[in-house]
């Protein structure tokens, strides 16, 4: 048989010790090259730089647009 507490807890100290599982906001910071907000120590994933180096090549959508033109 588990053990029982000898009196009952108040909700305010339950709450209280719950109200700490929340989430840290992410930390968002403008990209340099592009101005769009990135994560912080994070490439920038719509130009692919990180500290002023581009480090990772992105690959252009031009093709839907190229795509649509011709349809249309």
Known sequence: MPPTPKKRLAKARTRSRKANWRLPA???IPCPKCGNLRLAHHVCPIC???RG???VEIEV????????????
């Open 26 to 28: 992410l930390t968002l």
């Open 61 to 72: 959508k031009e093709a839907k647009k190229e795509k649509g033109k011709e349809a249309g």
């Open 48 to 50: 692919g730089t990180y």
């Open 53 to 55: 180096m581009e480090v």
